[in-house]
């Protein structure tokens, strides 16, 4: 079956700019996760999303990171004004069960800002 | 506060010999813990999970770990590598009272023929 997606995979981003990551997770699955991983580093937790709700954010870095999921299956995370720091890996991941159980991730999105 | 500490930055190892990858965690509580795989340009997969029960936790592709409580290790192992299992593991422990998963830095698998 169809594992976890996100898009682009790529993504180049002039100082300043504004961008918006996507992670399609797998159907049905309530939790939603989203990592930063820098060059050389373990994932960094971001945020949390059961269903449509946003029950833990304590690892967005700063307010120029936002993340949303309206209905309970596609999430964005957008970042506002990016600054180099940002640049890293974005990893997505997914689970059928609220709470700490295995994920499923995505392959990534690099974000390089310039 | 928990973390989890892995020994060992890069393990560089020839074909058909044995590896353990270290993993060390500090928690004042039960835990969970998990070893996930990453192989280039794709994103984690789990290996294996301990979650109660026996200590010695069977998973894909040949390997397992033990959880040794008293040394809050959860180590990695396989008696035999292959070329194929070059990749970065992570060592994970999720955080209690929330909802994050700690990854520990990593340690890159070099197999070498």
């Known amino acids: 079956g169809a594992g976890v997606s996100q898009s682009p995979r790529y993504k180049v981003a002039k100082r300043g700019q504004d961008v918006a990551l996507r992670c399609d997770p797998i159907?049905?699955?309530?939790?939603l996760f989203w990592y930063q991983q820098a060059l050389g580093q373990g994932p960094e937790f971001l945020t949390y999303?059961?269903?449509?709700?946003?029950?833990?954010k304590s690892g967005l870095p700063s307010d120029r990171f936002f993340a949303e999921r309206p209905e309970g299956s596609v999430s964005t995370l957008k970042i506002q004004r990016t600054q180099q720091e940002d640049s890293a890996v974005y990893l997505c991941?997914?689970?059928?069960?609220?709470?700490?159980?295995?994920?499923?991730f995505g392959p990534g999105t690099r974000l390089t800002v310039t | 506060a928990q973390s989890v500490t892995q020994l060992d930055s890069q393990v560089p190892v020839f074909e058909e010999a044995p590896v353990e990858l270290r993993c060390n965690y500090s928690?004042?509580?039960?835990?969970?813990l998990f070893w996930y795989v990453q192989y280039p340009n794709q994103g984690l997969q789990l290996l294996l999970k301990?979650?109660?029960?026996?200590?010695l936790v069977k998973g894909i592709n040949g390997f397992e770990a033990e959880f040794n409580k008293s040394q809050t290790s959860f180590h990695l192992r396989k008696p035999s590598v292959h070329i194929s299992d070059t990749a970065e593991y992570f060592c994970?422990?999720?955080?209690?009272?929330?909802?994050?998963?700690?990854f520990g830095a990593g340690t890159r698998l070099f197999v070498k023929a």
């Open positions: 928690s004042s509580v039960s835990v969970y």
């Open positions: 991941a997914s689970s059928s069960h609220p709470g700490l159980y295995e994920q499923y």
């Open positions: 999303f059961q269903n449509e709700a946003q029950l833990d």
């Open positions: 994970a422990v999720p955080h209690t009272g929330g909802f994050k998963t700690i």
């Open positions: 301990y979650l109660s029960g026996s200590t």
């Open positions: 159907s049905g699955h309530v939790s």
